[in-house]
């Protein structure tokens, strides 16, 4: 009786520790990386986690467009052994509307149909991220780029999106990526001013480009982003509603010191927000690796080590929202 006894009290603790940790966990965000394509390989994931200071629970790429996929289904199956999620940042930069929608590009699609089909695994798709900044003309030409420019981008993501719909790909999350600081900034080139349809999105997030030059060559002070992220962010969080958030590419062109007070400040305040997770892209900084300082303070705020399980019960929850006969 004492044993039956001692048994059900162990089963009751693992049971309760197990649902405090999913209870932690799920407050966790996932933090990844922003790496380039021809960077990715067995020995770069081998020694990720000491350079950065933590496991990239999702890893984004560029891929160009109409670039032949040969390598793609490799890249995919290589990051997703390395306990995270892909995600294809996929820019159809030079592309006309026009042209997309006289399915000159079709057959492109259907070769990336064919191998995200095949991954099966959840797998983000970041269309067109980054469209509210002038050099990202995306379905129309450079001098182009005016008060039409929110309703080409909409009609170009609805395609693209219904395109994929259409070929039962339906491991895709795809992602709503506007830029934190507008350029111009002008009422027409505001973030939520390009939000396609509900149904067409599954993930919501910002591109923060902390210290980037302007294209009038004024540099941008920290805190000028930051403002520039807090406005973006409370105005898309009221269309995104209950749809992940993420930060799907931040940078500093910044070192020592003052490279590690913003990383703080920025890890503070995207927990303050609940931002489901941050995805660092080490490209400006003169060594990719982060110091030991700054590593322990990645330690210290704590991470999700379960990004693929998140991915894929998030993705379920995704596909029942979807309509059964989706149309272009």
């Known amino acids: 009786m004492k044993k039956n006894i001692l048994v059900l009290v162990l089963i009751f603790l693992l049971f309760l520790f197990s649902f405090l940790y999913f209870l932690k966990e799920k407050k966790r965000p996932i933090l990844g990386v922003c790496l380039k394509k021809e960077l990715l390989s067995p020995q770069l994931f081998q020694s990720l986690p000491l350079n950065l200071g933590y496991e990239p629970g999702i890893v984004s790429f560029q891929l160009n467009w109409n670039q032949p996929p040969d390598t793609l289904n490799q890249l995919l199956e290589l990051i997703w052994q390395a306990r995270a999620v892909p995600a294809v940042v996929l820019e159809p930069k030079g592309v006309l509307l026009q042209d997309l929608l006289q399915h000159k590009y079709d057959n492109y699609l259907r070769s990336l149909s064919a191998v995200f089909k095949h991954f099966q695994k959840p797998l983000i798709i970041l269309l067109a991220p980054s469209m509210n900044r002038q050099e990202n003309h995306f379905g129309i030409r450079a001098e182009g780029f005016n008060l039409q420019s929110p ?167 995704q596909k029942k929202k979807r309509p059964k006969n989706p149309g272009r």
């Open 151 to 317: 309703a080409a981008y909409r009609k170009l993501f609805r395609y693209v999106v219904r395109f994929f719909q259409e070929q039962k790909t339906c491991n895709l999350l795809f992602a709503f990526v506007p830029a934190a600081r507008s350029y111009p900034c002008v009422f027409w080139n505001l973030p939520e001013r390009f939000y396609p349809e509900d149904e067409l999105v599954d993930l919501v997030g910002l591109n923060d480009y902390n210290g980037e030059i302007a294209p009038e060559n004024q540099v941008f002070s920290p805190s000028a982003f930051s403002e520039a992220l807090s406005f973006s962010y409370s105005r898309l969080k009221k269309i995104a509603g209950k749809k992940a958030f993420f930060i799907f590419e931040t940078k500093a062109a910044l070192e020592g010191e003052e490279r590690f007070v913003w990383l703080e400040q920025r890890l503070k305040t995207l927990s303050s927000w609940q931002i489901r997770g941050v995805l660092w892209n080490p490209g400006l900084l003169k060594n990719s690796a982060f110091s030991q300082q700054q590593k322990r303070l990645f330690q210290n705020h704590g991470y999700s080590r379960s990004a693929q399980k998140w991915a894929e019960a998030y993705l379920e929850k």
